[in-house]
C-alpha cells in the first residue's frame, strides 16, 4: 500500500484524533487560563496533550488488534481458503462476466493466493482486513493527530499574554473544528457547512464552559 492509499485509510483516525485533541485541550487551557500562568498553562496542556495522545494511541491499536483478531477467527470459520474460488466465481458471474473469461480470471488468481484470500475476505465481511486493520499503523497515526490537535490552543499562550491568548486559543480551535466539520462531510451529499458548524457549536460550548469553571474557580 503507497503513501497516499494509506493516508485515505487513516482520514478516520486523523479527523476523530484532531477533533479529541482540539476539545479536550480548549477545555483545559480555557479553565487554566484564569487561575495559572502562561508558563504552567503550557506545560500542563503540553503534558495532557502528550499523554492524551499515548493514551489515544494505546487505546486504538488495541482496540484495532482486537477488531482484527476476530474477524480473522471469522474468516477462519467461514473457510475462505476453501471457498475463496467459489465466492469470488459467484460474485463475477453476478456482475454478468461470461463463463469463458469467468474461468479464466479464477484460474489466474488461483495462482495468487494471498490476493484471491484478501478479495474472498472482503466478499465476506465487506473489508480486507489486511488493508483496512492496521493497529500500529491506526495508533500511531491516531496518536499524532491527537498531539496536532492539542498543540493548536496551547500555541497563542507560547507568545501572547494569558487574556489575550485565549481569545485567539479559542479562534483557532473555532477555525480548525469548522474546517474538521467541512471536511467530513466532503464525500457525502449532507449539508458540509451545517456539519461543519454542528461540530464548531459543539467545540464552543466545551470552551465556554471550561472558561466559566475557571472562573468560578477563580
Request: proline share 2%.
Amino acid at each position: 500500500m503507497d503513501i497516499k492509499e494509506n493516508l485515505i485509510f487513516q482520514v478516520k483516525q486523523i479527523i476523530f484524533g484532531v477533533q479529541d485533541g482540539l476539545v479536550t485541550t480548549i477545555i483545559l487551557t480555557t479553565t487554566l487560563s484564569a487561575v495559572s500562568t502562561n508558563s504552567i498553562l503550557i506545560l500542563s496542556a503540553l503534558t495532557a496533550g502528550i499523554g492524551g495522545a499515548i493514551s489515544m494511541a494505546t487505546g486504538t491499536y488495541l482496540g484495532s488488534k482486537s477488531q482484527k483478531e476476530v474477524l480473522e477467527i471469522k474468516t477462519e470459520d467461514e473457510n475462505i481458503k476453501e471457498k475463496a474460488g467459489s465466492l469470488i466465481s459467484k460474485n463475477l458471474k453476478d456482475q454478468g462476466v461470461e463463463k469463458s473469461d469467468l474461468d479464466n480470471m479464477v484460474q489466474i488468481l488461483s495462482k495468487y493466493p494471498d490476493i484471491e484470500k484478501g478479495i474472498a475476505s472482503t466478499l465476506i465481511l465487506g473489508e480486507d482486513i489486511e488493508k483496512t486493520i492496521r493497529p500500529k499503523t491506526d495508533a500511531v497515526f491516531m496518536g499524532i493527530s491527537f498531539l496536532i490537535g492539542a498543540l493548536i490552543p496551547t500555541i497563542p499562550y507560547i507568545f501572547l499574554k494569558t487574556n489575550i491568548a485565549v481569545i485567539f486559543s479559542i479562534l483557532l480551535v473555532a477555525i480548525s473544528l469548522f474546517f474538521i466539520g467541512f471536511f467530513k462531510a466532503a464525500d457525502r451529499k449532507e449539508d458540509r457547512i451545517k456539519n461543519a458548524l454542528e461540530i464548531l457549536i459543539i467545540g464552543m460550548i466545551a470552551a465556554i464552559l471550561g472558561y466559566y469553571i475557571g472562573q468560578i474557580v477563580k
